[in-house]
């Protein structure tokens, strides 16, 4: 079992990585469906949560069937970090989690995300007032460091876990490579062998394949893994590493019932979580990535996408379904 605080996780956990505009409640609720053992919500703004701006306090939900779940706050100011993990904290997530990995440019250029990893002392002095402000398990997401000349990770990870975090997940990229080229884990190895830590250490970057996922526990010798892109239309990447692990083989891909039953799920929550109109309107980006690889869906992801009723969605994946051509094409 891995532990975070009072969190008690099975062996070797999979993670669903924090992604704005993706991991909000309806999404998280297929991935915890297909077997996510802790997920988190997108990342929100502190500054946004002290200001009570509605899309920032509406990132807050949590529900019970997704625990355990963790709040992923970001920001530059270390007081108002403080402020929005008590806000945070009450919204009753079973951990914070802090941000200093995202690399995007109107996170990182206005001093918040990745940009903490060139200032590892006010790192410190902004983990340990959130600390100290709840009574939550205090974890973190970072990257290798800000380039190539500076990765600074085994020094983040050894400060921090002094003043109190409870597990770091560490992306193996640097802030300068964005989400590109190879993710290079032999230094979230080093941190995780590193005699000094004894928290939870979480891998993450480029799991795509139970084969990688095997493979790089193995390897680097992670307390788990955390998944981010590869997850986006393909729940089942949860379930199908956890089988691989177990028994060393593959499952079979989800047939066509469990493409449908999953989008459903999806549109389902989205619909109760925004409203008709703002989940119709967010869930047309996911039709695509729910039914990759069959050649004859185009049709009826056209009709998806261009309908405004709740109930013609449904009726649409209903032929979708009742598709002979979409059935032999699988």
């Known amino acids: 079992m891995v532990k975070i605080g ?5 062996d070797f956990p999979l993670l669903l990585a924090p992604m704005e505009d993706v991991s909000d409640p309806p999404f998280r609720a297929v991935c915890k469906a297909n077997g996510a053992d802790l997920m988190y919500t997108e990342f929100i703004s502190s500054e946004g949560l002290i200001r009570a701006a509605a899309k920032s306090r509406q990132k807050l939900d949590v529900f019970d069937y997704e625990r355990p779940i963790g709040i992923q706050i970001f920001g530059s100011d270390i007081e ?10 009450a919204a009753g997530p079973d951990l914070i989690d802090i941000n200093y990995g995202c690399p995007v440019k109107n996170v990182a250029c206005r001093g ?7 200032d590892v002392p006010k790192m410190v002095q902004m983990t340990e007032a959130i600390v100290k402000a709840t009574t939550l398990p205090v974890t973190v997401k970072t990257r290798l460091g800000w380039d190539e000349s500076t990765k600074n990770v085994t020094e983040v990870a050894e400060r921090l876990q002094d003043i109190g975090i409870q597990a770091l997940s560490i992306h193996g990229r640097t802030r ?3 989400y590109k080229g190879e993710a290079d884990w032999r230094l979230i190895a080093e941190v995780k062998n590193n005699p000094r830590i004894t928290i939870p250490i979480f891998g993450n970057g480029d799991i795509d394949t139970p084969q990688k996922a095997l493979e790089y526990k193995n390897r680097f010798g992670v307390d788990g893994v955390m998944i981010g892109r590869a997850a986006i239309g393909y729940p089942w990447i949860f379930r199908e590493i956890k089988h691989y692990l177990k028994t060393g083989e593959m499952l079979a891909p989800p047939i066509l019932e469990e493409r449908i039953e999953n989008c459903k799920l999806h549109f389902t929550r989205s619909l109760e979580w925004k409203g008709d109109r703002q989940g119709i309107f967010e869930m047309r980006r996911h039709y695509a990535n729910y039914f990759k690889g069959l050649p004859n869906f185009k049709p009826f992801r056209m009709r ?4 405004e009723s709740p109930e013609e969605v449904y009726q649409i994946l209903e032929e979708v379904a009742q598709s002979e051509a979409l059935m032999l094409a699988e």
Do not use: H, K
């Open 6 to 10: 009072n969190i008690t996780l099975p």
């Open 80 to 89: 108002s970090m403080r402020e929005s993990a008590v806000i945070s904290a």
């Open 112 to 118: 918040a995300g990745a940009a903490l990893l060139r």
């Open 176 to 178: 300068v490579q964005m």
């Open 304 to 307: 998806l996408v261009q309908t």
